[in-house]
């Protein structure tokens, strides 16, 4: 009788793992621990749990309106986000005009280092509001008049973008006027909102029934804005928009 060999033992299956801290017995291996697949260089995972916590720490920021800044290469021309030179400081003249409290400093008149103080100050406040506004974007914003006190302006600048002017839309006719009462008009690239004193259809408006209320010019980095007061320039658009176009120039 021929011998037969011993039969070949099946291949083992794997074996169950081992209840925690339970140490493996001898001859037997720890359960295979699962290894996640390499991720290619210079790439993220989403799956990540640090980065899926990062995106959702961005989206819930972005839905309660807290601004996130995803990428440093915005130009920085954005509405508010302070662009351009982060300095900006005020032209010691303006079209001819000198600043306000110079001039209440050189009249010699009672209080009047005082009075040019209080200017001084409540210019320096009024530009530290604006850059609140603004983000913290440089800005500034100062008074200048002429010698006589007939033509007084204030310019407000920032460095930052901001919106067109905006006015309502009436149509005068409707109210039998000449022109609305509120009206927008452009000379280049300054925008400038009017306010015009009514004249009845039929009439010619008069030449001092224009009232400017405020000029604009606004680009990547900066808005320079001027507000005419007196009897000077505020009835003469164009200056004023002249006046905003210098002060541009030597501001941008």
Known sequence: MTEQPPPTPPAP??????????????????????????????????????????????????????PVLLSDDDGGGGFGGGGGRGELSAPAKL??????????????????EKNADGITKDERKSGERLSEAYGGAAAVMKQYAD?????????????????????????????????????LKTFGDVSCVLYNQPTNAGSEPAADSVHVTYCQRTGDGLTVQIRPAGSGVANRPEKVADIVNAAWSEMS
Do not use: C, F, H, M
């Not at 302006?153 to 919106?163: K, W």
């Open 13 to 66: 299956q794997g074996l169950p793992p081992l209840p925690a801290g339970v140490p493996p017995q001898p001859g037997q291996l720890p359960a295979a621990v699962p290894v996640a697949p390499p991720q290619p260089r210079g790439r993220i995972s989403l799956r990540n749990p640090l980065v899926s916590a990062a995106i959702g720490l961005v989206v819930g920021l972005a839905a309660v309106g807290i």
């Open 147 to 183: 010698g006589d006190g007939q033509t007084t302006v204030t310019l407000t600048a920032v460095r930052s973008r901001s919106p067109e002017p905006y006015v309502t839309y009436v149509d005068p006719k409707r109210l039998g006027l000449v022109k609305p009462l509120e009206e």
């Open 95 to 112: 079209d001819g005009l000198r600043p306000l409290a110079e001039i209440q400093r050189s009249n010699g008149v009672a209080k009047a």
